[in-house]
């Protein structure tokens, strides 16, 4: 009995060991796996996005259903099938993307947002999957008077998204100028049709779209480089490099697939 009685100690006391052992591995993984482990072990990715950008992100009617979309929804599905979970858009205006994103409310954001270095100070960015260049419209009325005219542009009242690639460039190319700051991409068009702005500046294909809906407006010769380096996938300061690693793998595969999407896309946006 009692010769028993220590054979079964010891085997018990394997098997803890073994279970501990096991639990020990389990954990190291868990941590070895960094920001990838923890979105995969809740399940799903959380990703912050602007609620009115098109054709990167819009809402759109589809057989009487609300539809949100865009060429930036498609990449959000490619990253989230790459780390095997679901994913969660979190709609929000552009001054609330960062303060997000710092606050860990999301786990990162995929919204055409540009690496500037003022941004980087306060996330990590992924590799470029997209760049444009930015156009100056008016109202049709005024074409002429603002059409190839830098003097004129340099004291009109221009309207820009807040915080956007082409507020920097306008502060820069025409210091003179009186900039309306919007948080909503589709305010802009608004904006300068109802007199409350001598004209918009944002990227060609947001300006196409915008045209589209705004019959009134018409796209200067203004065709410039807005000085971005172009779109990329923000993340947490401090995010795990095999994120970013596996993020730019997904960009690096669809990069020349992206293009194709926001022609795609634009054909699903409503007037």
């Known amino acids: 009995m009692f010769k028993k009685g220590k ?15 096991s639990a020990c591995g389990k954990s190291a ?7 990838v482990g923890r979105i995969q072990k809740k399940g799903t990715l959380v990703v912050g996005i ?9 809402h759109t009617s589809i057989n009487g259903k609300d539809k949100f979309r865009g060429s930036d929804v ?24 960062l303060p997000a994103l710092q606050a860990k409310k999301v ?3 995929v919204t055409s947002l540009s690496p500037t270095p003022e941004r980087k100070k306060a996330a990590e960015f992924s590799n470029v999957y997209y760049k444009s260049t930015a156009a100056i ?25 807040n915080s956007s690639t082409q507020e920097a460039m306008l502060q820069k190319m025409y210091p003179n100028a009186t900039l309306k700051k919007f948080s909503k991409v589709t305010d802009l068009a608004l904006a300068v049709a109802n007199n409350k702005a001598d004209a918009f500046c944002i990227d060609v294909p947001t300006t196409k779209l915008l045209l589209r809906q705004n019959p009134s407006l018409k796209q200067t010769n203004f065709n410039h480089d807005d000085g971005s380096v172009g ?11 095999n994120l970013i690693k596996k993020v730019n793998q997904v960009i690096k595969a669809n990069k020349q697939q992206y293009s194709k999407w926001v022609i795609d896309e634009t054909k699903y946006v409503q007037e």
Not at 85 to 94: E, F, H, I
Not at 141 to 159: P, Y
Not at 231 to 241: C, I
């Open 107 to 109: 786990d990162m954001l």
């Open 74 to 97: 498609k990449l959000v599905k490619a990253i989230s099938k790459k780390l095997g979970v679901k994913y969660q858009l979190k709609q929000m205006d552009v001054d609330g993307l």
């Open 231 to 241: 779109a990329a996938v923000a993340m947490p300061k401090g995010t795990s490099e």
């Open 50 to 58: 602007i609620s009115s950008n098109p054709p990167y992100e819009f």
């Open 29 to 35: 993984n868990a941590s070895s796996d960094g920001d």
């Open 137 to 161: 419209t008016v109202r049709k009325t005024d074409f002429k008077k603002f059409n190839g005219n830098t003097k004129a542009l340099s004291r009109a009242t221009i309207a820009v998204v």
């Open 7 to 21: 054979i079964f100690i010891g085997i018990a006391v394997a098997l803890l060991a073994t279970i501990s052992l």
